[in-house]
């Protein structure tokens, strides 16, 4: 055994009678030293206090606590003729003490700084060093945290989950319009409800909607946003493809009657430009266009 642990080994371990369990308050399951067994290692290691080993007090202070509560503390050096430049330690108590029943004022405060001052400078000598290795629980150690009960995991509802999912499913049609080039507001609604349409219809998985996702179920709509993700260049192709026919919508470029959206021919157009019309109409229409166009202009003279 190395010379240098020779008394740390001789201190280290307080026998049974000397360690108490704290039964209640902050410090309750945690091991209380006794003291005077400090004392007794000390002594028969170093010799009688004051002769083999002593102390000198070199400060005794208070500090106020963050309610009415106040603290005393006490600064020491410990010496043995083998440590003669002295170990410092700061040891604290409780002057004024919030309790059950109201503030507690100790007339022992300085005494058990003190003590406690004298138990942290003969850790350093290893006095007690198997209770602070962690093998006890003291005032020093963590206290332990309570064990967090967890709140019983909420399973999301069926309303819950389906909003998700179609937030979930504008989100990558967006990026299938973007892909497009599409903008015009009427022209998206019509190419969703159409892309929903030939993809439920004739299928087992999802219900045959022609207009929305409305009436579908989170998983069915969870699936069809999975076809916009994994395949999103395969639909987008699909979707700019000639669709405008299967919705009702003329093709880009297709002139329209004003009234009723019907595909103008070549003779609506000639009609609509021989009679002045600003905006192109059909045949069933341009005569009410007409009729307005020359009233408007009988009330102006």
Not at 8 to 35: F, H, M
């Amino acid at each position: 055994m190395s010379d240098n642990l020779k008394i740390w080994k001789a201190v280290e371990q307080p026998p049974s009678w000397a360690l108490k369990t704290i039964g209640g308050g902050r410090l309750k399951g945690k091991t209380d030293i006794n003291p005077q067994w400090r004392y007794h290692a000390m002594t028969e290691q170093f010799g009688p206090c004051g002769a083999g080993w002593w102390y000198t007090i070199d400060k005794q202070w208070l500090e106020p606590g963050p309610t009415e509560e106040v603290c005393a503390f006490v600064n020491i050096t410990l010496y043995t003729e083998s440590c003669p430049h002295g170990i410092p330690a700061t040891g604290g108590s409780m002057l004024v003490a919030m309790e059950k029943n109201g503030l507690y004022v100790s007339d022992e405060a300085y005494k058990m700084a003190l003590t406690d001052a004298l138990s942290v400078a003969m850790k350093y000598l290893g006095v007690a060093a198997q209770i602070y290795y962690g093998a006890e629980a003291t005032k020093y150690s963590k206290p332990a945290e309570p064990e967090q009960k967890k709140a019983p995991r909420k399973e999301p509802s069926e309303d819950d989950a389906l909003l998700a999912e179609e937030a979930k499913f504008d989100l990558a049609w967006s990026g299938v319009m973007e892909d497009i080039g599409e903008d015009d507001a009427d022209a998206v609604t019509a190419l969703r409800r159409y892309f929903i349409k030939v993809t439920t219809e004739g299928s087992k998985q999802f219900l045959v909607m022609s207009d929305s996702l409305n009436g579908m179920s989170s998983r069915e709509v969870a699936k069809l946003r999975a076809m916009l993700v994994k395949g999103r260049e395969k639909v987008a192709g699909h979707c700019a493809g000639d669709w405008r026919e299967a919705v009702g919508l003329p093709a880009i470029g297709v002139q329209v009657c004003s009234t009723c959206n019907a595909v103008l021919e070549e003779k609506d157009k000639a009609s609509c430009a021989i009679a002045g019309l600003k905006e192109p109409y059909c045949s069933k229409h341009a005569g009410e266009a007409l009729a307005k166009k020359m009233k408007g202009a009988t009330n102006e003279g």
